[in-house]
């Protein structure tokens, strides 16, 4: 560590942002004494080489880290800790907010929305805020099923916390501020090690349906611009009439990416349920590729095509050029759904908690521009109900399945991306070995509750008796990655409310006709 030249590489990242046009030259006297003062050194890089400029930040940024550790400004070498410093490190280099947001104002305005986004996404990994190299670590494939390629990723970009970080963590003092990760007060925040730090994080004002929203991009990008928009105020995600009017401002105001939404409901929801927002960008889903399985008319809605997705979930797709009719029409099916019921399909839209009638239906809608370039809504029917048969919901993937997918299935996943834990990195290999025979098989030793295979042991089962064992590694990939993407469809499927079967579409039918669809 005594080998790095901290001022240089100081030198090396002021380079690399001027480059990268994450900062303005005029600004480098500026950034450079603040850099300095951070690391508490006196004086600047003065030699004339100082290598060459990676195109990430993520080199430098590593040097610079192992300096803090060597020199004591780090209290622990950890990633928490080590992570809430590269924040601070591309806080001091990026714009401020004002500025961001003039230059994406800009660009919307004289070079188009494209060119807007396409800036603000390269700003947001130049600082770092989006960690590519993480995510790249993501174990990635698709799948073929009857219903498309099903798309497959293991979760690999977060790190498993230290235990000096989870020990630190409970001597810090909890507070209310930010109220959540969304919050706009996440801009700028130095984090502490329950709350990752922001100080790199810049975001957009957008107004949407008359109200101020923000937009920004994840920083775990599970796709391509993976972005979410949400809005000013720290309220609680509601599904209602106003969703679909937002939607549909969106894709006006950025008519290259797709919007959606989480469900409302707690097990069909996704995360961060207190706060109102969005998750969009610029991605082909599976489930936009799906076709129109069967098609209906409405007599007051004869200018928007109407029909079921040929997919494992349950999904109304309503497309044409008439935005506000499309809108009332989405309107009309919410509030049909609030309150349909269908006991012979286990489909409850109440029941009652010491008196009190308990919500559980409700919509993950998204909406997109289609090829034709007309609006595009989906409507993916949802419940949460739960019975002592089902204690983590009806519509929800069943016991069989947790081996593999046990969290809620929430936009991502309803789409047809699959976000599996990244335990299930370890655990395939460890299946693998099996498979080809550089471990044994033994059934004794898969029946040890302490294996970690033991909860696959079922699984593995039924693969060794369909496919055998075998000495051929890339044979026994192949196997693992058609069999995890048919577990993915059996959670799809699980998930739905009407099951893909005579019994659930005549179900389904039942739904659409009561809505006067014929």
């Known amino acids: 560590m005594k080998s790095i030249d901290a001022s240089k590489e100081i030198e ?23 850099l300095l003062d951070l690391f508490n050194i006196n004086e600047p890089y003065e030699g004339e080489d100082i290598g060459d ?15 803090a550790a060597y020199s004591g400004m780090l209290k622990d070498n950890t990633i928490a800790q080590r992570d809430l410093l590269d924040s601070k490190i591309m806080g001091i280099v990026m714009p401020k907010e004002s500025e961001v947001v003039r230059r994406f104002n800009y660009k919307a305005e004289h070079e188009g929305i494209e060119s807007a986004t396409d800036d603000f996404y390269h700003l947001s990994k130049c600082s770092n805020y989006i960690m590519t190299e993480r995510i790249a670590k993501n174990i990635y494939w698709q799948t073929k099923t009857n219903y498309g390629d099903l798309e497959i990723t293991i979760n690999l970009s977060k790190p498993e916390k230290d235990p000096k970080d989870i020990a630190a963590a409970k001597k810090v003092p909890q507070t209310n501020y930010p109220k959540c990760l969304l919050c706009v007060e996440n801009v700028g925040y130095a984090g502490n090690l329950n709350h990752p730090g922001r100080q790199n ?81 610029r991605h082909v889903f599976p489930m936009e590729k799906a076709s129109v399985l069967k098609r209906y008319k409405h007599e007051d809605f004869k200018n928007v095509g109407i029909g079921i997705v040929e997919w494992p979930m349950s999904v109304i797709r309503l497309w044409g050029d008439d935005k506000e009719a499309i809108i009332k029409l989405a309107s009309l099916i919410l509030d049909k759904w609030r309150d349909y019921s269908d006991e012979s399909l286990d489909i409850l839209a109440y029941t009652k908690e010491d008196g009190e009638a308990i ?24 419940n949460n109900r739960t019975t002592d048969e089902y204690p983590l919901g ?77 000495n051929d590694l890339q044979k026994a990939k192949d196997i693992l990655k058609k069999e995890v993407g048919e577990k993915f469809l059996e959670v799809l499927l699980d998930a739905g409310v009407y099951k893909r079967n005579k019994e659930g579409m005549d179900g389904f039918n039942r739904f659409m006709e009561s809505l006067g669809f014929k």
């Not at 919500?359 to 949802?382: M, Q």
């Not at 809620?408 to 996943?413: F, M, R, T, V, Y």
């Open 12 to 34: 090396r990242l002021i380079c690399f942002a001027i480059k990268q046009n994450v900062m303005d030259e005029m600004d480098s006297c500026l950034v450079r004494n603040y």
């Open 53 to 67: 400029i990676p195109e990430s930040p993520v080199p430098i940024l590593e040097r610079l880290k192992d300096y």
């Open 201 to 281: 994080h810049r975001v957009i004002p957008v107004t949407i349906s008359g109200e101020k929203w923000y937009f920004q991009y994840s920083p775990y990008v599970y796709y391509n611009e993976h972005s979410i928009l949400f809005y000013e105020k720290h309220v609680p995600m509601k599904i209602s009439h106003k969703t679909f009017a937002r939607l549909m401002d969106f894709i006006d105001k950025f008519p290259h990416y797709f919007i959606g939404s989480n469900a409302d409901l707690p097990i069909v929801g996704g995360s961060i349920l207190n706060h109102e927002h969005f998750q969009g960008g």
């Open 359 to 382: 919500s559980h239906n409700t919509i993950t809608p998204i909406a997109r521009k289609n090829a034709s370039g007309e609006y595009e809504l989906d409507l993916v029917l949802r």
């Open 394 to 470: 009806i519509f929800h993937p069943h016991e069989r399945l947790h081996h593999i997918k046990k969290e809620n299935i929430g936009l991502i996943e309803v789409m047809g991306l699959a976000v599996l834990p990244g335990r299930l990195s370890y655990e395939l290999s460890l299946i693998e070995d099996i498979l080809t025979g550089e471990d044994e098989y033994s059934k004794a030793k898969l029946e040890d509750e302490s294996n970690p295979l033991y909860k696959h042991r079922e699984w593995i089962y039924d693969m060794v008796n369909i496919y055998g064992r075998c």
